[in-house]
């Protein structure tokens, strides 16, 4: 059985707003000390995006000491993200590959393989797996630990959400990875961002779960509002893997330290 904290947004920023950017990191702080503090193992946190909010490298260097934990944490790039310092800062800069390409990372845990991909693109608040990270994404599925299951994550969700501000700047191009996933059955579910709120649904006959945000909290038209809450708590999602491969998500509500 495989046990895995999934988070996501965090946004930890040089806001000129000084408020906002010691609030960012005080809920994501909040979120790894209940992680840390678990009685029980967890075989990873996965942190799905959105780990700085400019992309500079001064807010990677925050973020690299608020993720440290006694868990192995797993980590993808998302819209707020920069290409170029995420690797300098957070992957040791040339040894992660050039600067400027997708940051697509294979990681093998006991039992499964955590597959994290690249879904943002420069410049823009949308998202796209290009066809670098399709080859990518085709080639170590099919290679390797082939025999076990594995786990897609990424910061775009692929499908619509029922929430328009969102559904706008989804991962489009969203066939080309259906095609992928479709040659291979070891894939047992996708994870995803993006969207600031706790989701579940499917894509391409597949578990879709979607993590909350940890900096806020989007809510759906028929909650009304602004659309964006920050005063609701952070949340997270632990993702269970039992040995029939069911894929089994509960959210939480992370309390007050």
Request: negative net charge; glycine residues 10%; hydrophobic residues 40%.
């Amino acid at each position: 059985m495989l046990t895995i904290a999934h988070l996501s947004d965090i946004h930890l920023g040089q806001d000129h707003r000084r408020d906002r950017g010691e609030r960012a990191r005080r809920r994501a702080e909040r979120v790894m000390a209940y992680l840390d503090a678990l009685p029980g193992p967890l075989d990873a946190v996965l942190v799905t995006g959105d780990l700085a909010d400019h992309g500079l490298a001064a807010e990677y260097e925050q973020v690299a000491e608020v993720l440290k934990s006694r868990h192995r944490v797993l980590i993808c790039p998302g819209n707020h993200d920069s290409r170029a310092p995420y690797r300098e800062v957070l992957l040791g800069g040339a040894a992660a590959g050039p600067g400027e390409g997708p940051v697509n990372r294979l990681h093998h845990l006991p039992g499964a393989d955590v597959l994290m991909l690249d879904s943002s693109v420069p410049g823009r608040p949308d998202g796209l797996l290009d066809e670098r990270t399709l080859t990518w994404l085709d080639a170590e599925l099919a290679a390797g630990r082939a025999e076990l299951p594995a786990l897609v994550a990424f910061h775009h969700p692929p499908v619509e959400l029922a929430i328009p501000f969102v559904d706008g700047i989804r991962q489009f191009g969203e066939a080309g990875l259906a095609r992928v996933l479709r040659r291979h059955p070891r894939v047992v579910g996708l994870l995803c961002g993006h969207s600031h709120t706790p989701a579940a649904t499917t894509f391409a006959g597949l578990p879709l779960l979607v993590a909350p945000g940890v900096v806020s909290t989007v809510t759906l038209p028929c909650e009304g509002g602004e659309g964006v809450s920050f005063s609701h708590p952070p949340m997270l999602a632990f993702h269970v893997l039992d040995d029939e491969r069911r894929l089994t998500t509960h959210y939480r509500v992370v309390p007050e330290n």
